[in-house]
């Protein structure tokens, strides 16, 4: 299975805020951090808003942050929440369908894998803050 770029989008930004906890951070910083379109960010950012994982703060001194702690946010939920579907064939005008089993198996695969993913909190994701921050220091020349 392949998660969209959409769902990467969503992981990185709530990564991104998760080890930033002190301090409001605005979309052009993560763009530029991750060197990714600020535009598409701008969407992700606000589709996470109305779920409730992000808040924002407007204004010259606003931006954005984590709406609840890093552990009470599942991975799982975020998957299903930018994620249109998770049909991983097109069984509905397939002929052998009915006597297929292939259908039962990609079930029970993709149940697997969201049971991970429900396993898992943001906070899981960043064990090492310190180096995960690390890797956004700008590089000597």
């Known amino acids: 299975m392949k998660l ?3 769902t990467d989008y969503a992981l990185r930004v709530l990564l991104y805020l998760s080890a930033r906890p002190e301090r409001l951070c605005s979309i052009s910083e993560m763009s530029r951090s991750y060197g990714i379109s600020q535009n ?3 969407k992700v ?3 996470l ?3 409730g994982f992000v808040a924002s703060a407007r ?3 606003g931006g954005i942050r984590l709406a609840r702690p890093p552990e009470e946010i599942i ?3 975020v998957v299903r929440h930018t994620e249109d579907g998770f049909d991983l064939v097109d069984c509905g005008s397939c002929i052998i369908a009915p006597a297929c089993g292939l259908t039962g198996v990609l079930r029970e695969a993709l149940g697997a894998f969201m049971t991970v993913l429900d396993s898992h909190t943001l906070a899981d994701l960043l ?3 310190v180096d995960f921050l ?3 220091a700008p590089k000597a020349a």
């Open 45 to 47: 950012v606000h589709d």
């Open 4 to 6: 969209t770029r959409y």
């Open 134 to 136: 690390s890797l956004f």
């Open 75 to 77: 991975i799982g939920s």
């Open 40 to 42: 598409h960010l701008m």
């Open 59 to 61: 204004g010259r001194l």
């Open 127 to 129: 064990n090492n803050q």
């Open 49 to 51: 808003g109305k779920a």
